[in-house]
C-alpha cells in the first residue's frame, strides 16, 4: 500500500512564501513519477507542478511557472513544493501524486496514489 503525506501548509500574506513536502512509502520511491495537484472551493483539481523519477525534467502550470519550484530526494523518499511570491489565487488544497513510470506527466488521470492534502490560504 502506498502512502502519501503531506505537510507545511497554512496561511501567509500575498507574496510570501511556502514549502510543501510530501513523504511517501511502500513503493520504490525513485521509480516514479511525482506531481502536485491543488483544488480550490467549487472547483475542478488542477495540475500545478510535475518531476520526473530522478528530478532532471520538470513541468509547471503556467499559472505558477516562474514562482513554483518542484524538487525530490529520493533518499529521503520526499517531493518537495517551493511556493514563493504567492496570490491569494493560490488559496487551495494542495495534493502530491504518484504514478508508475518515470516520466513527467500533468494528466491528473494518470496518476493512481493521492495524498490527503494541505491547506494553503493566501490573504491579500
Known amino acids: 500500500q502506498v502512502q502519501l503525506v503531506e505537510s507545511g501548509g497554512g496561511l501567509v500574506q500575498a507574496g510570501g512564501s511556502l514549502r510543501l513536502s510530501c513523504a511517501a512509502s511502500?513503493?520504490?520511491?525513485?521509480?516514479?513519477?511525482m506531481g502536485w495537484f491543488r483544488q480550490a472551493p467549487g472547483k475542478e483539481r488542477e495540475f500545478v507542478a510535475a518531476i520526473n523519477w530522478n528530478g532532471g525534467s520538470t513541468a509547471y502550470a503556467d499559472s505558477v511557472k516562474g514562482r513554483f519550484t518542484i524538487s525530490r530526494d529520493n533518499a529521503k523518499n520526499t517531493v518537495y513544493l517551493q511556493m514563493n511570491s504567492l496570490k491569494p489565487e493560490d488559496t487551495a488544497v494542495y495534493h502530491c501524486?504518484?504514478?508508475?513510470?518515470?516520466?513527467?506527466?500533468?494528466?491528473?488521470?494518470?496518476?493512481?496514489?493521492w495524498g490527503q492534502g494541505t491547506q494553503v490560504t493566501v490573504s491579500s
Open positions: 511502500g513503493r520504490t520511491f525513485s521509480s516514479y513519477g
Open positions: 501524486a504518484s504514478r508508475p513510470g518515470l516520466g513527467v506527466i500533468s494528466n491528473v488521470g494518470r496518476y493512481d496514489y
